[in-house]
């Protein structure tokens, strides 16, 4: 089972960035297509991107393309999400979550779909 722990969270003005990380132990991180979801107080979890196994295919939420942009290094066993241009509505509580497969260029941004989560990072965007 792989474990997943996110960092790099914190306090941000709008209009700044942020990088997260989603480092990955137990398993070859190879194995897993990774998501990102966050979720804000008072709202369902939303499902902001992904990335296939292999790194090949990915898919953002609407809201989120063209300001965030996911990568992973799987010799480092860490999943990266770059957000930019942050705005007050980012505010949430960002995870990271992991699904085994053995299809290289799969990967879906449906919460239901992936069996292991990280604790979660707090992104707080105000001015």
């Known amino acids: 089972q792989l474990q997943l722990v996110e960092s790099g969270g914190g306090l941000v003005q709008p209009g700044g960035s942020l990088r997260l990380s989603c480092a990955a132990s137990?398993?070859?991180?190879?194995?897993?297509?990774i998501g990102w979801f966050r979720q804000a107080p008072g709202k369902e979890r939303e499902g902001l991107s992904c990335?296939?196994?292999?790194?090949?295919?990915?898919s953002y939420l609407d809201s989120v393309k063209g300001r965030f942009s996911m990568s992973r290094d799987n010799a480092k066993s860490t999943v990266y999400l770059q957000m930019n241009n942050l705005s007050l509505e980012d505010t949430a509580v960002y995870y990271c979550?992991?699904?085994?497969?053995?299809?290289?260029?799969?990967?879906?941004?449906?919460?239901?779909?992936?069996?292991?989560w990280g604790q979660g990072t707090q992104v707080t965007v105000s001015s």
């Open positions: 137990g398993s070859f991180l190879s194995l897993y297509a």
């Open positions: 990335i296939s196994s292999a790194g090949g295919s990915t």
């Open positions: 979550a992991a699904r085994h497969t053995l299809t290289r260029t799969w990967c879906s941004r449906a919460g239901t779909t992936f069996t292991s």
